[in-house]
């Protein structure tokens, strides 16, 4: 039972246009939400976060989206450039007990020159 | 401010066999964390740790994994014994520990069980 999907495996984008990033979850337990992300042989480094009492959150080139009716989570980035070429991942904190992150399967993104 | 260490960075075992991973968390943070992650899956985690109480290892598979933080600094994980389905990336991170802090990964130990 997948509590958060990104249902896009991989996503391919030409340099300079936006790239769209999505991330689905089902359980309402959640208000803090956070975008990570990762080259090959490192572990995953934090983006950008949102929490659960706005809807959108800026920072330089990223943005992410919060729709909570939707349960739907996204990340802008825009220009997009090659070494935005990673895996990214959406993680998800509940609202109450341990700093438990639940983290999406991932979408690997590939900017192309 | 050094990063979240880890070692060895790649390990290969035969099933049965034992392993043990050792991660360093960034001075100072008092959460630290294990994960697992398969192949095409993010992080799973696994256990995490306050200075060095069990604060969550509801995902842990104790009849094989083991942890522990002594002094609430450096971590171990264990696995015994390993079974080919632990194949994985194991990550570490830490945080300063207050809710919503960010979590720091470290660069992981990848385990092959054949």
């Known amino acids: 039972d997948q509590q958060v999907k990104q249902n896009s495996p991989s996503l391919s984008v030409q340099e300079g246009r936006i790239s769209i990033l999505n991330c689905d979850y089902t359980?309402?337990?959640?208000?803090?939400f956070l975008w990570y992300k990762k080259y090959p042989a490192e572990g995953p480094t934090f983006l950008i976060s949102?929490?659960?009492?706005?809807d959108k959150n800026e920072d330089g080139r990223f943005t992410v989206f919060l729709n909570k009716s939707a349960k739907h989570l996204s990340l802008h980035i825009v220009p997009s450039q090659p070494g935005d070429s990673a895996v990214y991942f959406c993680?998800?904190?509940?609202?109450?007990?341990?700093?438990?992150?639940?983290f999406g399967q991932g979408t690997r993104l590939t900017i192309n020159p | 401010e050094a990063g979240v260490a880890q070692s060895p960075r790649y390990k290969i075992i035969e099933k049965r066999q034992s392993v043990a991973f050792w991660c360093n968390p960034i001075?100072?943070?008092?959460?630290l964390y294990w994960y697992q992650q398969i192949l095409g899956q993010g992080p799973k985690l696994l256990i995490q740790?306050?200075?060095?109480?069990?604060?969550?290892d509801s995902q842990l598979p104790k009849d094989r994994f083991s942890a522990e933080r002594l002094k609430g600094v450096d971590s171990t994980l264990k696995i015994q014994p390993a079974k080919l389905e632990d194949s994985a990336v194991y990550l570490c991170?830490?945080?300063?520990?207050?809710?919503?802090?960010?979590?720091?990964f470290g660069p992981g130990t990848r385990l092959l069980v054949l």
């Open positions: 991170a830490s945080s300063r520990g207050g809710r919503g802090e960010t979590q720091y």
């Open positions: 359980n309402s337990m959640f208000d803090y």
């Open positions: 949102i929490s659960s009492i706005k």
């Open positions: 993680a998800l904190l509940g609202i109450q007990g341990a700093q438990k992150l639940v």
């Open positions: 001075s100072g943070h008092a959460t």
């Open positions: 740790f306050q200075n060095n109480g069990v604060v969550d």
